[in-house]
């Protein structure tokens, strides 16, 4: 009777082993998407940004160190192309948290960014992203710009 449980145990434990799924999770696949957009900013790679980023997603910015504050929209294809005279934008989430289910996602993500290597700016940018043909792909962005409180370390998403 040992030998069958121990048996039995052994089957079942190979097999929840087995039982992960081994396609990266919905989690994950948003993370890589966010952290590829922030890669294609930094490397002002379009074609990168366009496998990230819908066409016609809409960008809000919101600056609160501004009386009255601020708030902006555009596209996603007004930042494009991304020329080789633009400042250099390294934006680095602190980390990134997600939510997501029947194809929709939002991640939130609070960020530190450098313009040609000089801190610029901290904020929150929230993405929404949608599962399309078995991809996310960033449908649109809000964030916001602090210059004030701002923690210039950077962070692990």
């Not at 990266?24 to 590829?36: C, G, H, R």
């Not at 294609?40 to 819908?54: A, C, H, N, Y």
């Not at 600056?63 to 930042?79: A, G, H, L, T």
């Amino acid at each position: 009777m040992k030998k069958i449980c121990l048996f039995l145990l052994l089957i079942v434990a190979i097999f929840s082993g087995y039982s992960q799924d081994s396609e990266t999770s919905d989690e994950q696949q948003i993370k890589n998407v966010i952290n590829l957009f922030f890669k294609s900013l930094e490397t002002r790679d379009t074609v990168l940004m366009k496998q990230t980023t819908m066409v016609e997603a809409q960008i809000w910015r919101r600056r609160n160190y501004k009386q009255p504050v601020e708030v902006d929209m555009r596209f996603s294809k007004d930042d494009l192309p991304l020329m080789p005279t633009d400042p250099k934008i390294t934006e680095i989430p602190t980390r990134v948290d997600v939510l997501a289910g029947e194809g929709i996602a939002v991640a939130y993500a609070p960020y530190n960014l450098w313009e040609d290597g000089e801190f610029s700016h901290c904020g929150i940018d929230v993405f929404t992203l949608f599962e399309i043909n078995g991809h996310w792909k960033i449908v649109s962005t809000a964030y916001t710009v602090e210059r004030e409180n701002c923690d210039e370390s950077t962070g692990e998403n």
